[in-house]
Every structure is written in C-alpha cells, then in structure tokens.
C-alpha cells in the first residue's frame, strides 16, 4: 500500500548561510558561464566553502553561485525580452563581479584578472577574482572629519583625496597638514594612513570613494598622553562604551568628533555623541599611554542608542563645521520663569556671531563651539582665550535668553564642564561687582560682575599683607553679567580681599575663607 515517509532535516550553527537576498536572479532563454577558477577574499585570504560568487549588471543581479573550494561555473543571464529579465546584460556588456563572504556576513566587490564581454552561449574563463572593500564617504562644504577603514595599495594625498587642483583644498591630521597651492600637494601629509582621522577641506559637496584589501576591524591604535586623532577600523556602527575595552575604558576621557562630542563620567558616557561609525574620524583624549582594538560586533545595530535633533529651520541657526572646536558640557538650566524643555536649543556665541548649537533631551549635553579656521563659513568664530556666551531658544514661544554660568575660556578641542547655565539679566548699565557667596566659605566661593561696554577686565585676589595671591581674570571680556569662582582649597583660612579692575572701574571686596 501507499506509505508516507518524513524527513527531518537538521540545521546546525556549522551550516553556512544561503546567499543574501541581493544574489537573486531570474532564469534566462540568454544565457552564458563565467568559470572562475580561483578568487581572494578583502584580506587576500582563498574563499572559503560556503562563500558566494555574484555577477551585475549594474545593481542587477544576473548569476550567482556558492564557491565550493575549487573552480566553478557561475550562470549568467543576458536580456531575452522577457519582463523578468529587464536590466539583463546586452550583448557586448562587460559584467561586475562581487563576493558574499559568508564568515563576515558582508557583500563587496571583486574585481577579475581578465574581463570578458557578455555574448550569448559562451564559455568564459576567469583566472582569478580579487575580493575589495569599497568605501563611500560624502563630504559637505567646508570641514569633514572622517577616517578610512580600506585604502588602495597607492595610498598617496593625490590619489586618495583627488588631484591637485580640484574641490578638495586642505587635509590636516594630527600634527600634519597637506594643501594645495601652486597646482601641487604640498605640506609634511603625504600619505593617509588607515589608523588616522583626517579633516578634509571640500569648497564643495563630494564623495570620496576607492576600494582596499586592508580591512582590519582588529587593528591597533598606539594612543599617547592627551588628545589623538585616529580612525574608527569597522564598518557599521556600534555603541561607544561596547567598543571600547573594559581594561582601558576609564582611561578614556572624552571622544570629539565633528560637531560632537562624549564625556566620560561616573555615570558613564554622556553627550550628543554616542557611537563610533564608518568613515568617521575621531579626537580620542586618554589619560595615558595606552594600546588598544575596538572591540567589534559586540552590539547589535538595533540596541544602538543614538541622538537625533531635528534643527530649527533658518540661516539664524547655520553653523559652519570646523576643524577646530571645542564643547562645554550642561546638566542643567535655571530660568526666572519656567523651565527649559525638550526640544529647546542651547546656542553658543562669540559676540554676536552663532558658534554652536545643540538641541536640549532631557539629560546632560554637549554644546558645541566652533573656532576660526581656514575652513568655509567660519569668519568671526572664536580662538584661544575668548569667552563664548550662551544662550536658550525656547522652541514653544521663539524667545531667545541670555545665559550665564561659571564659562572657561574657549581653547581648540577643549572639553568642559559648565554644570548649570542660569538665566542672564539684559546687559547692566554700569560696572558691577556682586557680593561672594558664599562668604564665608571653604573652600569655593563664586563671583558674579557685569560690564556694560566690552573691555578689558581683572579680577585678583590679595591677602592681608597685599601680596597678589592669585588673578581670576585678566582678559577682554564681552558686555554683560559674567560669573567666576575661586577655589582656595590650597591657601590657609583667613581674610582675603578680591579686587576688579575695568576701565576706570576698580572695587574691591572682603572674602572669609573658613576651614
């Protein structure tokens, strides 16, 4: 009689996968057999059992074949004018190759020893095929900061960024720099290195593309004392914390990148900035020597916690991106009336020109401040020793309020700690010095003065015997209320006078220092 039979088929970890979804194709009346006898993977190692072969026309899959350890034949399918084969190859089209690397789970281009025309019916025999990495970064006008995780084997300035003249004007690296003058590259930058972070000077929107068989998501990085400026070595995105390793985690102070920036706190990691991407390069700031390797595919891209700010329409909140740059980190803003909500804009300034800008979520954050550059769009941006002023731009009324705090001066790559920002009189009438408080105090105290006009202002602080102890201020300052403070926990108890000096304006008071 009739019998029925089950069979139970068995999937283990060890199975490889089946192509991806982008190897698909349809069958063709118009056909013919690439043979490709041997290929490479992106890291110059053979194929393995399990990997896939592609050919394209285009973004069009026309054949596709898993790599069985030795030579194959790969169909491929022309047009035979049919609907399911629209986007075939045509006679006398010459077809891409591309490789599914099963271990790596990736799809990328390989490039063929001997290229051959689609003809119908024929045999085609390819030597070897190469697999490459391909990378795309885009690059806006004026300063990008991005890095390489692939190059080709001739890695040069010219080759690399473009020809000299063209739309790229100006990469600077740590320490280094290249520029274009007189139709040539000139500077101590030759070359770009796959460990680096680069900032790429574009007068225009462009796309840096090339391919490389160097990709090593387990690189090195040999970090120094202090800031350096390298590469992020994988592709994709993965979370800050998760990619850095546990051992040297908490020598890692701050990441600056373009427009970004993350602290490193008790608390963990806070700022806008909060994963490392391809193509993006990185100002990592360590408190020591040390040696380290992201660590990679360590977090799914779903659990990825990223920042998203929808910025305010209009050229009054354009803000150039520059090379050099500096952020100021806020936890919380006082206002006379209300309270600061999410979605409200914290802005910096450098008198009246906006320097930077950063949508308020609820938890500490980074605003930045960009600085005078060569670069585009950045005239009247602050350089060392300014003071930026801040303000809110409250998104529910369009009110735009001066904030003040205890605000250092701005320095390139500078990272700091404002803790609060509170709402900020208009600009006073006459010079003022506040009284201390506290007073008495131990071991902080803080200083509120105003100045109507910019200028010229010092603050010193003098013992009984008037020896200058210590100069709080002494630099040209904005018009407006500005705030210091004084930490006296090296000096002993006792009576300190404070005095301010601006313009014709000197006034002078007590302070009581209680330990």
Known sequence: GDATVAVSLSVTDDDPPGPPDEFSFN????????????????????????????????????????????????????????????????????????????????????????????????????????????????????????????????????????????????????????????????????????????????????????????????????????????????????????????????????????????????????GSLTTFDAGVGYWIIVSDDLSFSYETGSMARSEIRRYIETRPSGSAFEVAQSPNQAFYFVDTITLDEGVIEDGDWLLSYNGHTLTGIRQWQGVMIDIPAMGLSESKGTEGYLVNGDMPTFKLFKQSTGDLIPLGGDIPAWTENGMYTLGSLSEMQPIPNEFVLNSAYPNPFNPVTTLEFGIPVDGDVSIEVYNLQGRLITTLVSQNMKAGYHSITWNADNHSSGMYFVKMHAGNYISTQKLMLVK
């Open 27 to 270: 069958q063709s009346a118009s056909q013919a057999f690439y043979f490709v006898m041997s290929g490479t993977d992106m890291y110059g190692d053979l194929l393995e059992t399990g990997d896939w072969i592609g050919l394209f026309n285009g973004d069009v899959c026309v054949g596709a074949r898993e790599w069985p350890g030795e030579a194959v034949d790969i169909p491929t399918m022309g047009d035979d004018g049919f609907e399911y084969s629209e986007g075939y190859l045509q006679i006398g089209d010459i077809p891409t190759f591309k490789i599914y690397d099963a271990s790596e789970d990736m799809i990328y281009s390989a490039f063929p020893s001997n290229n051959f025309a689609f003809a119908d019916a024929q045999i085609f025999f390819v030597d070897e095929i190469s697999g490459m990495l391909e990378y795309e970064l885009s690059l806006h006008e004026g300063a990008n900061l991005v890095s390489f995780y692939t190059l080709p084997d001739d890695n040069s300035i010219a080759n690399v960024i473009g020809e000299c003249p063209g739309n790229m004007t100006g990469v600077l690296a740590e320490g280094m720099a290249a520029a274009c003058v007189n139709d040539q590259w000139i500077g101590t930058l030759l070359e770009i290195d796959l460990t680096d972070g680069y900032w790429i000077l574009a007068d225009n929107p462009d796309t840096l593309t090339g391919y490389g068989t160097n990709y090593d998501p387990g690189r090195v990085y040999d970090l120094h004392y202090g800031a350096n400026l390298i590469s992020y070595s994988s592709l994709g995105s993965a979370d800050l914390s998760s990619s850095i390793p546990d051992d040297v985690e908490d020598l890692f102070l701050g990441i600056l990148s373009g427009g970004s920036a993350a602290m490193n706190t008790e608390a963990g990691w806070v």
